[in-house]
Protein backbone atom coordinates (compact mmCIF):
# COMPACT_ATOMS: atom_id res chain seq x y z
CA UNK A 1 0.00 0.00 0.00
CA UNK A 2 1.04 3.52 -0.67
CA UNK A 3 2.12 5.43 2.54
CA UNK A 4 0.23 8.41 1.92
CA UNK A 5 -2.61 6.30 1.62
CA UNK A 6 -2.01 4.19 4.93
CA UNK A 7 -1.76 7.31 6.88
CA UNK A 8 -4.69 8.32 5.62
CA UNK A 9 -6.91 5.47 6.03
CA UNK A 10 -5.06 5.57 9.65
CA UNK A 11 -6.45 9.14 10.19
CA UNK A 12 -9.73 8.24 9.04
CA UNK A 13 -9.56 5.23 11.72
CA UNK A 14 -8.69 7.29 14.57
CA UNK A 15 -11.53 10.28 13.91
CA UNK A 16 -14.10 7.26 14.01
CA UNK A 17 -12.53 5.54 17.28
CA UNK A 18 -12.82 9.22 18.85
CA UNK A 19 -16.06 9.72 17.98
CA UNK A 20 -17.50 6.27 19.16
CA UNK A 21 -15.96 7.19 22.20
CA UNK A 22 -17.32 10.41 22.32
CA UNK A 23 -21.05 8.50 21.47
CA UNK A 24 -20.55 6.36 24.50
CA UNK A 25 -19.32 9.22 26.95
CA UNK A 26 -23.10 10.81 25.52
CA UNK A 27 -24.96 7.78 26.11
CA UNK A 28 -22.79 7.17 30.03
CA UNK A 29 -23.42 10.60 31.30
CA UNK A 30 -27.42 10.21 29.71
CA UNK A 31 -27.37 7.04 31.29
CA UNK A 32 -25.75 8.31 34.70
CA UNK A 33 -28.62 10.92 34.46
CA UNK A 34 -31.63 9.10 34.34
CA UNK A 35 -30.47 6.96 37.19
CA UNK A 36 -30.05 10.12 39.40
CA UNK A 37 -33.63 11.46 38.79
CA UNK A 38 -34.92 8.10 39.61
CA UNK A 39 -33.07 8.26 42.80
CA UNK A 40 -34.04 12.09 43.44
CA UNK A 41 -37.76 11.04 42.44
CA UNK A 42 -37.79 7.69 45.15
CA UNK A 43 -36.57 9.80 47.92
CA UNK A 44 -39.18 12.42 47.37
CA UNK A 45 -41.97 10.10 46.85
CA UNK A 46 -40.70 7.89 50.21
CA UNK A 47 -40.41 11.80 51.71
CA UNK A 48 -43.78 12.62 50.50
CA UNK A 49 -45.58 9.07 52.11
CA UNK A 50 -43.71 9.20 55.59
Do not use: P, W
Amino acid sequence: MNAEFEYTVMQNHAKELREAAAEHRRVREALKGRRDERRHRSFLARFLSA
